[in-house]
């Protein structure tokens, strides 16, 4: 079969990564109808899988509810708008090796790529788009699987270390608290006193087992999360649940419809959750304090009342004080870590997150908190 022009070269592309996994879908973001079909349209033509948006914030909102191999971007008349969207692409966690690129016409390419665009391409030259796109991010491919396997090094590095210093002690304590509360007879307060001793070892020696099986962590993202509690098929009612259902009843808050979307349909689909939601902070304290919910999902960055306040107002009520809550957030520093521990945060998980593990780590959280 003897392929168009332009189409050979597209035909030896394969949008796999180098680890044979299939990569997302690249994110066209254009208000152009005409254009945004044209641009799916050859992007499709190519063996790629494109989802098209008409305005940015849209865009934003499905790149951070999935996880997209590249994004292309059509050049507005506002080119401070162009900027702004990419910076903040740019910032958003894991998007540093994105490849992104702008399609548009006149002198805004300079602009773009000073903002963080991997490249720049005239209207009606995007024929050889499809080849920039898939071997940009089989070099991003790349560079991000060296970062985690240095990464992975050095947690291995960690873990062993760690391990090592506390498995001894541990087997020491463990040997002295048995003489310790022999002489007391079942029932005593010594005995029960001893019995809560050796339970918060048991902990410590689960914790030495953890770290044992991160030093067999590899960089390969088909190993398992050492830390992350598997769901029983059957499940048990959690901690104070009502109506004997055995599902968590949880206050999902964010405002963005697709990540809300998202988010409860894997919590639904593990059957440990019932959903209810908000779009803002006041939503959320209102709800709250209506519903008493068991766990309240809260996004940080919101109108109207942003999640810092919202935690706050949640938990200078008695009726909620005591309520999980478990942060949305996108940033990683350990200062901003801190801060939202001092607002009264049980947890937090940085985004963008793994959908499929998701009901995994919210429960790791609410057991480590009801422990």
């Known amino acids: 079969m003897t392929l168009p022009a332009g189409r050979a070269a597209w035909h030896t592309l394969s949008p796999m990564s180098p680890g044979g996994e299939?990569?997302?879908a690249v994110v066209v973001i254009e208000r152009s109808e005409t254009e945004r079909a044209r641009l799916a349209l050859q992007l499709e033509g190519a063996g790629l899988r494109v989802e098209a948006s008409q305005a940015p914030s849209q865009g934003l909102a499905m790149m951070r509810a999935r996880s997209p191999m590249a994004a292309v971007i059509g050049s507005?008349?506002?080119e401070t708008e162009l900027v702004s969207l990419l910076k903040a692409i740019r910032r958003y966690p894991g998007w540093e090796l994105l490849p992104i690129w702008v399609i548009g016409s006149g002198d805004g390419g300079r602009e773009a790529l000073e903002a963080g665009a991997d490249g720049w391409m005239e209207r009606g030259a995007e024929r050889e788009l499809a080849g920039h796109l898939v071997r940009a991010a089989t070099r991003a491919d790349s560079e991000r699987r060296l970062r985690e396997a240095e990464c992975c090094a050095t947690l291995r590095r960690a873990a062993r270390t760690i391990a090592h210093y506390m498995s001894t002690p541990a087997n020491m304590l463990a040997m002295c608290m048995e003489l310790l509360i022999e002489p007391y007879p079942e029932g005593s307060d010594g005995r029960l006193i001893g019995k809560k001793m050796e339970h918060q070892l048991d902990r410590i020696r689960e914790l030495v087992q953890r770290l044992q099986a991160v030093v067999g962590l590899q960089s390969d993202p088909v190993v398992g999360d050492p830390d992350v509690l598997l769901l029983p098929d059957v499940a048990s009612p959690a901690k104070g649940s009502g109506a004997g259902s055995g599902r968590i009843r949880?206050?999902?808050?964010?405002?963005?419809?697709?990540?809300?979307?998202?988010?409860?349909l894997a919590l639904e689909r593990s059957n440990r959750f019932e959903v209810e939601e908000a779009s803002n902070g006041k939503e959320a304290v209102a709800a709250a304090r209506q519903l008493h919910p068991e766990l309240i999902v809260l996004d940080l960055v919101m109108p109207v009342m942003d999640g810092a306040e919202a935690c706050r107002a949640i938990r200078a009520?008695?009726?909620?004080?005591?309520?999980?809550?478990?942060?949305?957030?996108?940033?990683t520093g350990v200062a901003d870590m801190v801060r939202l521990f001092e607002l009264g945060a049980s947890g937090y998980l940085v985004k963008p997150f793994d959908a499929v593990r998701l009901p995994e780590q919210l429960l790791r959280i609410i057991d480590r908190q009801i422990r």
């Open 22 to 24: 299939k990569r997302g």
């Open 76 to 78: 507005d008349p506002s």
């Open 250 to 264: 949880t206050l999902l808050v964010d405002d963005e419809p697709d990540i809300r979307g998202l988010v409860k």
């Open 317 to 331: 009520d008695p009726a909620l004080r005591r309520t999980p809550v478990i942060m949305l957030t996108m940033m």
